[in-house]
T-cell receptor, first 116, second 112 residues
Framework: NAGVMQNPRHLVRRRGQEARLRCSPM?????VYWYRQLPEEGLKFMVY????????ESGMPKERFSAEFPKEGPSILRIQQVVRGDSAAYFC??????????????FGPGTRLTVL | DQQVKQNSPSLSVQEGRISILNCDYT??????FLWYKKYPAEGPTFLIS?????DKNEDGRFTVFLNKSAKHLSLHIVPSQPGDSAVYFC???????????FGIGTKLQVIP
């Protein structure tokens, strides 16, 4: 019973390069969320997706960041032209919405992005 | 605008004693609250939750208390164990909306 999978676990990019972070939700989960944790800070919501749809992207920076959750395959968080301030831990979470359930989200181990 | 506040960045407790982690929120629309535990280099792990229709929820050594009028909740761990040493995040959401708002966390150290 695999949990939420994220890869890579560590990613190093130079300024101006692109970063692609992947997330495979738990089996049976159709809701995916991306969070960012900057050093010494809490988790900040970025985006909520269902298959082929972005439901809430209110936490996404307006430029350079995009996310998708295609019909087949993992969810992708893409950061174009990375800058040093993008260095952070990026966590993906998934949930299964059932009648009467709360919003328990199950997190992956995170991808630690370092921008040189 | 920090809607979920954890004002104690750290807490040290002796093994066997009670750990009390506090959390305040400002958004009166929140009606579902969660606690997550996080070890270094790992993702947060769901611990316990409470709906706003309750004022207490218990699961083993973990109990969450909710005071809606004060917009305050707390997590009690008793007895505390060294393996409980981690960062604890308080989180809140509005039922029907999947977005969860997290506090900045409290680092708990349980001293053997």
């Amino acid at each position: 019973n695999a949990g939420v999978m994220q890869n890579p676990r560590h990613l190093v990019r130079r300024r101006g390069q692109e970063a692609r972070l992947r997330c495979s939700p738990m089996k049976g989960h159709s809701h995916v969320y991306w969070y960012r944790q900057l050093p010494e800070e809490g988790l900040k919501f970025m985006v909520y997706l269902q298959k082929e749809n972005i439901i809430d992207e209110s936490g996404m920076p307006k430029e350079r960041f995009s996310a998708e959750f295609p019909k087949e395959g993992p969810s992708i968080l893409r950061i174009q032209q990375v800058v040093r301030g993008d260095s952070a831990a990026y966590f993906c979470a998934s949930s299964q919405r059932t009648s009467g359930s709360g919003n328990e989200q199950f997190f992956g181990p995170g991808t630690r992005l370092t921008v040189l | 605008d920090q809607q979920v506040k954890q004002n104690s960045p750290s807490l040290s407790v002796q093994e066997g004693r009670i750990s009390i982690l506090n959390c305040d929120y400002t958004n009166s629309m929140f009606d579902y609250f969660l606690w997550y535990k996080k070890y270094p280099a790992e993702g947060p792990t769901f611990l316990i939750s409470i709906s706003s229709i309750k004022d207490k929820n218990e699961d083993g050594r973990f109990t969450v208390f909710l005071n809606k009028s004060a917009k305050h909740l707390s997590l009690h761990i008793v007895p505390s164990q060294p393996g409980d040493s981690a960062v604890y995040f308080c989180a809140a959401s509005v039922r029907g909306y999947q977005k969860v708002t997290f506090g900045i966390g409290t680092k708990l150290q349980v001293i053997p």
